[in-house]
């Protein structure tokens, strides 16, 4: 609980996830991956207002999984 209230955290994942996202060993299939649902997050509430869960905790929630899932499937290719 402590490492999600940290900002150090949370700065270390989103630098993790620009350099996944700018990788180029990482298919465009796999970048899409975290980037449309996270969007279409970010549209759809405004559709939807009676979601409890905010936009940023969506995204950061989105971001802590991608980074890991993606780290151990491209692991050998992001040294």
Do not use: Q
Not at 1 to 18: G, N, P, Q
Not at 30 to 44: G, I
């Amino acid at each position: 609980m402590r490492k999600l209230l940290s900002l150090r955290h949370w700065r270390a994942v989103f630098v993790r996830i620009f350099r996944l996202l700018g990788a180029k060993e990482v298919r465009l299939v796999d970048k899409l991956l975290y980037v449309v649902p996270v969007l279409l997050y970010w549209v759809l509430p405004d559709v939807m207002p009676f979601m409890p869960i905010d936009d940023i905790a969506v995204t950061m929630i989105a971001a802590e999984w991608y980074t890991r899932y993606m780290e151990r499937k491209y692991s050998e290719h992001l040294k």
